[in-house]
């Protein structure tokens, strides 16, 4: 407990310098504590006002918009963290640590939990909230916008029977039917049949696979937006030569996390089921 007081007690003398100055109507040293808000609010505002983002922002930075988070501060998400960078206001994730609550309110940081997008509709409603919030709403209308034009084309050009796929996520587990990643398969024109009700993963094996004699296999890339071939059950020969062409890379930054992008997920994945051979593997 003697460092938490310790760090306490410098937040508290920290606390005049973090204040935003009178009459600031935007917060001006936003901190993001977790992958999914940092690729949000890199969006939303200028990377002036962006104080500090996680150090896991770079990865997915670089996969859908390359450089926006150069010359940002990263962070851990420690306590060290938030007394040293003395932001005006904290993006968390779905929980934050009472500590972390603590300290925020101690520098005079509003904090705001952000809820993980498990639907499209999660996505535009964090957008406004989080517009809202830093004082960005005409940004984030924007942005909820392109990404409504981008669904509502595919929905326009949605084929009459979905392809039916199994989105694979290494071993023998499937995402859940219920979560974001459903979601974009489902705008893109494709059906994951291993999924069952619910967000969480479930159990789907190579046995079952080959019974349930999917069009195409789905997979996230190894690494945020490099396409690779290589997981667990790919490696199965039978997969390999069954499936020989009929695999699909997605991009795993936009399915994880609920971003204006995921819409594009959907139209890259839709393009890739387009582009496969008719009919379904080979007996």
Known sequence: MGRVRRLLAIAAAAAAL???????????????MSMCTDLLILQLVPKGRVASVTYL?????????????AGIVINHGTPEDIVNLKPDLILAGDFSTALTRKLARRVGARIVEV???????????????????????????????????????????????????VVWSGGSTVPGRDGLNGAIVAAAGGR???????IADSTFGIEQLLAARPQALLYETARPGVRSLT?????????????????????????????????????????????????????
């Open 115 to 165: 809820k993980s997008a498990t639907t499209l509709a999660d996505i535009r409603a964090n957008l406004r909230r989080l517009g809202a919030e830093v004082g960005e709403p005409a940004r984030a209308e924007a942005l909820v916008r392109r990404m409504d034009a981008t669904l509502a084309g595919l929905a326009a050009t949605a084929p009459p029977h979905p392809m039916r796929g």
């Open 231 to 283: 997981t667990d059950a790919g490696a199965h020969r039978v997969v390999r030569r069954l499936y020989a062409g009929r695999r699909i890379g997605f991009n795993g930054v936009v399915h994880a996390c609920g971003l204006p992008q995921s819409a594009d997920g959907a139209a890259e994945l839709r393009r890739a089921l387009r582009a496969l051979p008719p009919g379904g593997p080979p007996s």
């Open 18 to 32: 973090s204040q935003p100055a009178a009459g600031a109507a935007k917060p001006m040293r936003i901190m993001s």
């Open 57 to 69: 922002a770079h990865d997915g930075a670089n996969v859908l918009f390359p450089g926006a988070d």
């Open 192 to 198: 994951n049949i291993a999924a069952a009700p619910g």
